[in-house]
């Protein structure tokens, strides 16, 4: 559980950081399609958007005595419980809630698999429901979400999430209400925690003091919250992990800490001891082999998933590992449509087929996603096999799962791209270089046409490209323990 909620209750506000543009664009763009959707219903609703507090919660319970239909922009409440569905649908003699989202309604869905609901989105709708129910007026734990696509997405909220997993939506709910409910009666309070989920929050400063102040075990890269939670009995913070006897801590062929394997373990205490010592420099856990090649090639994208689109793809050439030889390519699309989407995704295809020779470099799996979903979108640019072939080849490295990930080990309390070739001496141009600010700077450019928002936007994809190849470079240069 985020610590938010207990810093939101207890917490100086006037210590919170600003909203992050991209935020504010979330909010902006959620309410502009919320009323485009409820523009172009054609049913019949009622409309209590107009009200506020005590008066829309009136309005909602006399809306539900009288069974209408549809009724939008309502507000119930049942004991300490209060929540404010965008819909409540008349079903099966009682009400189902439902949200309107500007996002997909389902996470992990394409037009190859099937989704799996968001378990935040199901949370709230099973708090409406909740209520709903303590109000004698449900009509059933299936509430539903009408999402970006113009799908209607229902949430079984009983329905088993696997079939050895006993898990159901509605005990997920309970379980996070009972967890707030702890907070918010203050006997129970979370404890800050280093996660990249952190990066949009208000209260990210005072977290990250925080931790860094205790220093933490959540700011030991992948061993996360859950982990912590389980050795904080018996290890509290980066010097204990870094001091202790590790045999001591088994029994068997096992630690003493649930879901933490030995290996597992000894690596956490080797990233506490880099992060103790003072001066302490990365080094390669084995021999890395890298592929030579007068040309490589610095690959990384752009993509807005608000209006699920690839905006940019963006190209660093080097030739000898000279880079006084280094050139930007970028493949802009200039509108978020089809056409220009797939144009931008030719251009990168034909570049990239040009170039070859080559070594192409880029950081996580998220490259090799999108260009599977683009050939799926667009399959007459390449073939399914075209893009295997691309990414499966020795000459295409993932720097993160190929090289980072299992074969070096780092002073810092994370492996993103940006904390590593920071680490390594690099600077991003933009006063504030992040994926999410790109998106907002994305719709200011569908908006306005501004060149500089472009320049803006091919600079900080420029960047990261260099990042990468700054990677690289760094990692070359590595001793081997």
């Known amino acids: 559980m985020p610590a938010s909620i207990s810093l939101d209750l207890c917490g100086n506000p006037d210590e919170k950081d600003p909203v992050s543009v991209f935020v ?66 008349r079903q099966n003699g009682g009400y189902v809630a439902g949200d309107i989202k500007s996002g997909a309604g389902e996470e992990g869905a394409s037009d190859l698999e099937d989704g799996k609901p968001k378990k935040h ?22 509430p539903f979400v009408w999402d970006i696509h113009g799908d209607e997405i229902t949430y079984d909220l009983d329905a088993l999430q696997g079939k050895r997993d006993p898990t159901t939506l509605w005990s997920i709910y309970q379980d996070v209400l009972t967890q707030v409910i702890s907070i918010t009666g203050k006997t129970e309070q979370t404890l800050p925690a280093y996660s990249s989920t952190c990066k949009l929050c208000q209260w990210r400063t005072v977290c990250l003091n925080a931790v860094n102040e205790t220093k933490d075990l959540t700011l030991i890269p992948e ?65 890395i082999s890298l592929p030579v090649s007068d040309t490589e090639v610095f690959f990384d994208i752009e993509t807005d998933p608000m209006r699920d689109v690839c905006y940019l793809h963006g190209f660093i050439e080097r030739r000898r590992q000279d880079n006084g030889t280094e050139k930007y390519r970028p493949f802009f699309a200039s509108s978020p449509t089809p056409a220009d989407e797939e144009k931008a995704f030719v251009g ?104 500089a928002i472009r320049e803006r936007i091919l600079q900080y994809n420029e960047d990261d490209c260099i990042a990468t190849r700054v990677l690289l470079d760094g990692i070359r240069g590595f001793g081997q323990r």
């Open 24 to 89: 504010q664009l979330l909010w902006e763009k959620g309410n502009a399609f919320e009323r485009e959707v409820v523009g172009n219903l054609r049913v019949a609703f009622t409309d209590l958007s107009s009200y506020s507090n005590e008066e829309k919660e009136e309005a909602t319970k006399e809306a539900i005595r009288r069974g209408d239909a549809l009724i939008y922009s309502g507000r119930i409440k049942a004991g300490d419980l209060l929540g404010e569905p965008d819909l409540l649908r």
């Open 121 to 142: 989105y199901a949370v709230q709708l099973a708090l409406y429901t909740d209520i709903l129910e303590k109000l004698k007026v449900s009509g059933g734990r299936t």
């Open 223 to 287: 061993l996360g919250r859950s982990r912590r939670d389980a050795m904080s009995p018996r290890i509290k913070n980066l010097p204990e992990l870094a001091s202790v006897d590790i045999s001591s801590l088994m029994r068997g062929s096992r630690t003493v800490f649930p879901g933490i394997g030995p290996d597992s373990l000894e690596k956490f205490q080797a990233r506490a001891r880099l992060q103790m010592i003072p001066d302490s420099s990365p080094y390669s856990t084995e021999p």
């Open 348 to 451: 990168a295809w034909k570049y990239i087929q040009s170039s070859r020779p080559c070594v192409i470099y880029y950081y996580s799996k998220y490259e090799r996603t999108i260009w599977r979903k683009l050939q799926n979108k667009y399959p007459h640019v390449v073939t399914a096999e075209e893009i295997e072939d691309l990414f499966s080849s020795a000459q295409s490295i993932d720097l993160y799962f190929d090289i980072v990930k299992p074969k070096t080990e780092w002073p810092t309390r994370d492996y993103s791209i940006k904390t590593l070739a920071y680490y390594l001496g690099f600077s991003w141009r933009d006063t504030d270089p992040s994926g999410a600010s790109s998106i907002e700077w994305y719709h200011r450019w569908v908006e306005t046409q501004d060149e």
